[in-house]
């Protein structure tokens, strides 16, 4: 009799760590992975430019678009997974040069407003953080 109930004791043990482990693996997964909006340094720029559509501004004035484009290392958990937003509109082509270049894209999605990384994450910013760019773009403001 005592067998028994070491036995049944076991088998709800087990389904109770079954549980406890399948859920600490769901919510690892859940998370998923962070990306990191990592603008270069404001002094290692040389070289801003902004596109959307056929229209294409070269030379932006680093020092005063930067501020916007520097969202502060924002974290995202959304992760792009395209060279190009998809379903965004009025999307902005944003090639920021310094050593390298780092492309990413500005756009408007159900009245909210986002920065995409291709291949990275996609970051919600402010309607005023688009609305500054787009200033930068003669005919758009």
């Known amino acids: 009799m005592k067998n028994k109930y070491i036995k049944i004791l076991g088998i709800i043990l087990s389904i109770v760590l079954l549980v406890l482990i399948s ?5 690892h997964f859940k998370r998923g992975k962070e990306y990191t ?3 270069p340094k404001y002094e290692d720029i040389t070289n801003i430019s902004i596109t959307l559509g056929d229209t294409t501004v070269t030379n932006v004035h680093i020092d005063q678009i930067y501020d916007t484009l520097n969202i502060d290392n924002k974290i995202t958990n959304i992760e792009s997974i395209s060279d190009y937003p998809v379903l965004g509109n009025d999307v902005l082509t944003i090639k920021v040069k310094s050593d390298k270049e780092f492309v990413f894209y500005a756009y408007k999605k ?4 986002y920065f995409e990384v291709p291949y990275n994450g996609i970051y919600e910013v402010k309607k005023e953080v688009y609305d500054n760019i787009c200033k ?3 005919m758009t403001y």
Do not use: R, S
């Not at 159900?110 to 407003?113: D, L, R, V």
């Open 136 to 138: 930068q773009i003669p």
């Open 37 to 39: 909006f990592d603008l």
């Open 110 to 113: 159900k009245n909210k407003y």
């Open 23 to 27: 859920i600490l693996i769901y919510n």
